[in-house]
């Protein structure tokens, strides 16, 4: 009974996954997200400046499954050694706004 209560858990957290609203952000909006939380200070959308040039990171997690959550977490976290030895420093950015930044930042050509 236990485990079939869990199996059925389960199953509507995945589908409630799957049916979750994709976030939809335009440019324009994330690229104002984007300085204001001053996230130009050390990245652009082609260039690098102090850590990686936008579309460079979506090259680098395109067609990874997990490549949101895990930037989300380093965004808020911060960190070093993916991109080099400069440090990224932890970030104070709603849960909304970074879900959006990263989806934007992801889908940069």
Known sequence: MKSQALRIAGVAT???L?????????????SALAA????QACHA??????GPAYKDVAAK??????????????VKSGGSGVWGQIPMPP???PDADLKALV???LATK
């Not at 959308?45 to 102090?50: A, E, R």
């Open 103 to 105: 989806a934007w930042i």
């Open 91 to 93: 970030n104070n950015v």
């Open 45 to 50: 959308p082609d260039k690098k400046i102090v």
């Open 18 to 30: 799957l049916l979750a609203p994709a976030v939809d952000v335009s440019a324009a909006d994330a």
């Open 36 to 39: 204001k939380y001053n996230c």
């Open 61 to 74: 997690y395109a067609g990874d499954a997990s490549a949101a959550g895990k930037l989300e977490k380093k």
């Open 14 to 16: 995945g589908l409630a």
